[in-house]
């Protein structure tokens, strides 16, 4: 009987094609769905690298690079694979400009912003991240931090009014009653006051006309002076004096931009809020209104937990 080696034999040989043949289909596979992820901003700032850099490192099967605006050609000459992230309001701007183009993840632009630029309009393949925090999300802060609390106060003008009808459809499960004062004017602090008279706590609008660093002053020592919390409007408010507000950081939104760029671009959303996010918190101002040491982590978590919940 007639022994063959090993390495000549015919079953051997055939599983060892087959192994090649699996493995170059691997590779093809895993290369094929490596994506080309561009990130636009007006100019190319340190600060840009380094977010670029840090996505970068999240994704190393892709190629991830920025470019400024004015190396850019119009947005409907970019490849449709493309990956389009805008890291600013003038890069939205300049995507705008062309109906045609790739996908489009905006990041970070709050909803008065959009408002501003889009109107009532939301052009195709573009999907909005919102920087604003929650209005639900707010709500429910104020739920965990001041459970006590029925009547929720919300100054607006005419740049936000269109944000009250989510806020009040937001407000009806939890129990709590939303009453709004319209201030368009913000040296006259009578709509601040009248407001206040009406309100167990203050909830700020991501409104830069309303809060801004002329007006800080005067909301915060107003409200306080009554024993009023002010909630919100941002992170940068709360260093201000506000009691406490949700956030997202850079961490977060790296982590979602990572989750989104995992999904095919016909699954993006047109609209996002961050389901990444903190809380912060002002331990002076809780002492002030004799309220407990806020333990950031847990409150986040309970919000988060609670999101999660139908």
């Not at 605006?69 to 992230?85: E, F, M, Q």
């Not at 008279?197 to 020592?221: A, E, H, I, M, R």
Request: net charge neutral.
């Amino acid at each position: 009987m007639r022994c063959y080696p090993v390495w000549k034999s015919p079953v051997l040989g055939r599983l060892l094609a087959m192994l090649c043949l699996l493995s170059a289909g691997l590779l093809s596979s895993l290369t094929g769905h490596a994506a080309d992820i561009l990130l636009a901003g007006a100019e190319d700032s340190p600060g840009m690298q380094a977010f670029t850099q840090a996505l970068s490192e999240r994704r190393p099967n892709d190629t991830v690079r920025f470019q400024a605006l004015a190396k850019l050609p119009a947005p409907g000459n970019l490849p449709d694979n493309t990956r389009l992230i805008l890291l600013d309001l003038a890069s939205l701007d300049w995507r705008l400009q062309d109906s045609a183009g790739p996908a489009t993840l905006v990041l970070r632009i709050s909803r008065l912003q959009a408002r501003q630029r889009l109107n009532d309009t939301h052009p195709p393949r573009l999907c909005l991240l919102w920087s604003d925090p929650s209005l639900e999300r707010q709500l429910r802060l104020i739920k965990v931090l001041l459970p006590q609390v029925k009547r929720v106060g919300v100054l607006y003008d005419n740049h936000s009014e269109f944000l009250l009808n989510d806020l009040r459809r937001a407000a009806g499960p939890l129990g709590l009653e939303v009453v709004t004062q319209r201030w368009e004017n913000t040296h006259d602090s009578r709509p601040l006051q009248a407001l206040l008279k009406n309100s167990d706590v203050l909830l700020g609008l991501d409104d830069p006309n309303l809060y801004n660093p002329q007006t800080v002053k005067n909301l915060l020592l107003s409200s306080y002076a009554r024993q009023i919390a002010l909630i919100g409007p941002n992170a940068g408010f709360v260093k201000a004096g506000s009691l406490a507000s949700t956030y997202s950081d850079q961490h977060d939104w790296l982590t979602i931009l990572d989750e989104l760029l995992d999904q095919p671009t016909s699954t993006w959303p047109r609209t996002h809020y961050p389901n990444r996010f903190k809380v912060a918190s002002n331990p002076q101002v809780a002492r002030s209104l004799g309220i407990e040491e806020i333990d950031e982590a847990l409150v986040a978590t309970l919000l988060a937990e609670g999101e999660r919940r139908p």
